[in-house]
């Protein structure tokens, strides 16, 4: 039997040093990957634009799990890419390969059994394969259209035998090609966002104030010539604390606040015989409905406001947008 340890030994174990260890190994490790990114790496960059298909990724194990990982990463910047488990594909799953699609294929040892019984298929197929593996001469290097190696001296676990150091160098790796990528094809933030809809980035990015702005009957509105106590009614029902003020023509003159009110009642205006028109804002901030929620919530900030009228191009009020709405949305 294993010798028990007791908690007077874990006590004294020094966990601190044992991570520190881990971590300077796995640094030095990806520091190396600086002089292996060469004329391999270009041709796998090229290949995967090249590609009409998409990139189908595979690896065993941990190898296996890492790969996961770089095939959503690099779906998510711009590049179809998925998984596919090598134990899975020899039994139907090679199915979803086409000769349109390029292969990653990931082995430190580049002879991992799962893996390259798949090779004969790939080429078969002629299907451009990449391989991430730590061996050139092994028959996953061999047989590859570009070799990127991942290898290292040492895995962070003292028996050198759990992958640690070498599934962090290959994580890197694959990021590497996926940033690559997505500068090659001048992904942007908002093209980012599509693919992240539910995501706070994704609001940010994709949510317009027309998604979320009160129209129709909900957009309070008053005449120029409107008695001050009317729009106060107006102003309560919708409640927004504001009201739209318009000319004959439905043009935007501007808006009845909270604050409007508090000054004309500190001037001893007699609100019972005055219009809207003596007391209102003109020239009011106003936005146009495809501009984003984000921006609008950047104008309220700045200007200290809460809502916001929204305008057509004519300068008709078409909708307002409250801060509570934004914030509801999301997007902070």
């Known amino acids: 039997m294993p010798p028990v340890t007791t908690g007077a030994t874990m006590t004294q174990f020094d966990f601190v040093s044992s991570a520190i260890r881990t971590v300077k190994l796995e640094a030095e490790a990806v520091a190396l990957l600086e002089t292996r990114i060469g004329p391999d790496f270009s041709e796998a960059c090229k290949l995967m634009l090249d590609c009409k298909g998409r990139v189908i990724v595979t690896g065993m194990g941990k190898s296996g799990h890492v790969g996961r990982k770089i095939a959503a990463t690099l779906a ?4 179809p890419a998925f998984f596919i488990h ?12 086409t000769r349109s699609d390029v292969v990653i294929a990931i082995s430190s040892s580049g002879t991992t059994s799962e893996v390259v019984t798949l090779i004969p298929l790939i080429k078969r197929l002629d299907v451009p394969l990449i391989s991430m593996t730590g061996n050139a001469n092994s028959a996953l290097g061999q047989a590859a259209d570009a070799w990127l190696d991942i290898g290292v001296s040492q895995e962070a676990c003292p028996l050198d035998l759990a992958p640690t150091t070498s599934t962090t160098v290959t994580l890197v790796m694959g990021d590497a ?4 990528l997505l500068e090659a094809r001048g992904f942007t933030a908002e093209d980012f966002a599509f693919s992240h809809p539910g995501g706070a980035l994704g609001r940010k990015l994709l949510l317009k104030v027309a998604d979320i702005m009160h129209s129709g009957s909900s ?3 008053v ?23 318009v000319d004959d023509s439905n043009a935007l003159l501007g808006v009845f606040t909270d604050g409007d009110l508090r000054r004309a009642l500190d001037q001893a205006i007699d609100i019972n015989q005055a219009s809207v028109a003596q007391v209102m804002t003109r020239n009011c901030k106003a936005i146009a409905k495809d501009i984003l929620a984000a ?7 700045t200007s200290k406001i809460t809502a916001l009228v929204v305008e057509d191009d004519n300068h008709h009020p078409i909708g307002v947008v409250h801060m509570h709405d934004i914030l509801r ?4």
């Not at 998510?76 to 590049?79: H, K």
């Not at 090609?177 to 690559?180: E, N």
């Not at 921006?295 to 900030?301: Q, T």
Request: overall charge negative; charged content about 20%.
């Open 329 to 332: 949305a999301g997007i902070v």
């Open 295 to 301: 921006e609008a919530l950047g104008i309220m900030e």
């Open 223 to 245: 005449h120029e010539d409107t008695p001050l106590r009317h729009a106060l009614l107006e102003m309560t029902q919708k409640g927004f604390g504001m009201t739209t003020v």
């Open 219 to 221: 957009l309070p509105r």
């Open 177 to 180: 090609l996926a940033i690559a």
């Open 86 to 97: 090598p134990g899975e594909a020899s039994h139907g799953d090679l199915g979803m390969l």
């Open 76 to 79: 998510s910047t711009g590049t």
